[in-house]
């Protein structure tokens, strides 16, 4: 159980075109996705937090209008990078959080990795 | 404000040896720890976890890991290496930050060597 994909796992696009990267929750509801990006050889840096039908949150330093969330169902966010340039080659991994269930302690605060998407910007 | 600490970047090991991997932490409250593992253009796989309760947590591939909340560490150990294990460890603490939102920080890694 708690199954996070990522779609596309790999994606080369020209600089100046937008793309968009799918994570879904397969057999469980998330009220809330992370994006996190990670550079080579380094640790993962939290991106945004997105909930089900709000706007995403994004931390200091992440541009809200180049990196567009939506969060639209239980099962779907959808991170899209706009005008997309080299420097926005990385790595990209979301992932989600079940939602809360009363009486349901500890896995609350767990998050789901999904796979991962690779995004070359040429 | 909440914190990982991984002080070894590269560790190198020979194979059949032991392995500790230290990892500290800051945080005002009782964390949730994690330790990952991730292999090169690989996304993360749970190693282990710790929530509360028996502070020496077992996880996959015969990796443990041991809360020592004075010491405010979760060090993951394994008592034989396997060239498999050769990756990237990533220690993670979850927990609600001051604005009220649930986060994971995650430490800077420590890159595993396995020696034939």
């Known amino acids: 159980g708690a199954v996070v994909s990522q779609h596309p796992s790999w994606v080369i696009c020209k600089s100046g075109t937008s793309v968009k990267i799918e994570c879904r929750s397969l057999?469980?509801?998330?009220?809330?996705m992370f994006w996190y990006r990670q550079f080579p050889k380094q640790s993962l840096m939290l991106m945004a937090t997105?909930?089900?039908?709000?706007?995403?949150?994004?931390e200091q330093g992440v541009e809200k209008d180049k990196f567009l969330i939506n969060h639209a169902s239980l099962t779907l966010s959808t991170l899209t990078v706009t005008s997309a340039h080299p420097e926005d080659s990385s790595f990209y991994i979301c992932?989600?959080?079940?939602?809360?269930?009363?009486?349901?302690?500890?896995?609350?605060?767990?998050?789901?990795f999904g796979p991962g998407t690779r995004l070359t910007v040429t | 404000a909440q914190s990982v600490t991984q002080p070894d970047i590269h560790i190198t090991v020979s194979e059949g040896a032991s392995l500790e991997l230290r990892c500290n932490y800051s945080?005002?409250?009782?964390?949730?720890l994690f330790w990952y593992v991730q292999s090169p253009g690989q996304g993360l796989q749970l190693l282990l976890k710790?929530?509360?309760?028996?502070?020496l947590v077992q996880g996959i591939k015969g990796f443990e890991a041991e809360f020592k909340r004075s010491q405010s560490s979760f060090n993951l150990r394994k008592p034989s290496v396997h060239w498999s294990d050769a990756a990237e460890y990533f220690c993670?603490?979850?927990?609600?930050?001051?604005?009220?939102?649930?986060?994971?920080?995650f430490g800077t890694g420590t890159r595993l060597k396995v020696l034939a």
């Open positions: 992932s989600a959080r079940e939602t809360y269930r009363e009486g349901v302690s500890g896995r609350f605060y767990e998050q789901y």
């Open positions: 057999d469980f509801q998330a009220t809330t």
């Open positions: 997105s909930n089900e039908g709000s706007k995403a949150t994004y």
């Open positions: 945080y005002g409250a009782t964390p949730y």
């Open positions: 710790y929530f509360s309760g028996d502070t």
């Open positions: 993670a603490v979850g927990g609600r930050t001051t604005s009220g939102t649930y986060k994971y920080i």
